[in-house]
């Protein structure tokens, strides 16, 4: 089956960095997708990786593991604006997306 | 620029009751669609997608239909409501099949009592 599994609740402090796991098994890879959603709104896209590796958009990162079916999403500097979901969704065979439930990321002052 | 939108944003139904939701896609031709339900706690779940005029693919067998009578327009619809149905709507878009950044609307917000 495809599974998604990523952690229910992350909370960190204004200022800091906070990495948001991802563990994923899905039938055929096509890439991971993350994805930033505040309550009661739609998701807006983040970033993808397609490729073992780092990528980095501002305060942004997200790594990708092909082989581990491992990803992290890791935010710098945080705001409180940050305050959101995370959404982790790899792309399979079918260029179908698989949504995990999300981490929701609680900012502290 | 391309624009989604979709409506109603907000709407209480009883149990039994029909559903309209809307979806238009502004500024490009041909899009892919995709209607997702978002219940509390849960990932994003596909209802349906389309890959053209009249081209409907159901991923979860249920008492919801799409529809999709223009190009750039996408219809979700059920005769009667379940309270099950309650949810978080959102409709998509991408470009291509196997363009995985998807375009959302405002979402819809559907509460069956």
Redesign the interface.
């Known amino acids: 089956g495809q599974n998604i599994d990523q952690p229910t609740e992350m909370t960190a402090t204004e200022g800091a960095i906070v990495q948001i796991n991802c563990t994923y098994q899905t039938s055929g890879f096509n890439g991971l997708f993350w994805y930033q959603q505040h309550a009661g709104e739609a998701p807006t896209f983040l970033s993808y990786n397609v490729l073992d590796g780092l990528e980095e958009k501002g305060r942004f990162s997200s790594f990708l593991s092909r082989s581990k079916g491992y990803s992290y999403l890791l935010l710098k500097e945080l705001q409180m604006k940050d305050s959101a979901s995370y959404l982790c969704a790899p792309m399979d065979s079918n260029y179908q997306l698989i949504w995990g439930a999300g981490t929701k990321l609680i900012i502290k002052p | 620029s391309q624009t989604i939108h979709q409506w109603p944003a907000t709407l209480v139904q009883p149990v039994g009751s029909p559903l309209s939701l809307e979806c238009t896609v502004e500024g490009t031709s041909n899009p892919n669609l995709y209607w997702y339900r978002q219940a509390a ?6 209802l349906f997608y389309s890959v053209g005029i009249g081209q409907i693919s159901s991923e979860v067998p249920q008492n919801l239909s799409a529809s999709r009578p223009q190009d750039r327009q996408f219809i979700l619809s059920s005769k009667k409501l379940l309270l099950s149905d309650s949810g978080f709507y ?1 409709c998509a878009w991408t470009s291509g ?2 363009t ?8 819809s ?1 559907l509460t069956v009592l």
């Open positions: 706690g849960r990932g994003l779940q596909l959102l099949r196997d995985g950044e998807l375009f959302f609307g405002e979402g917000r």
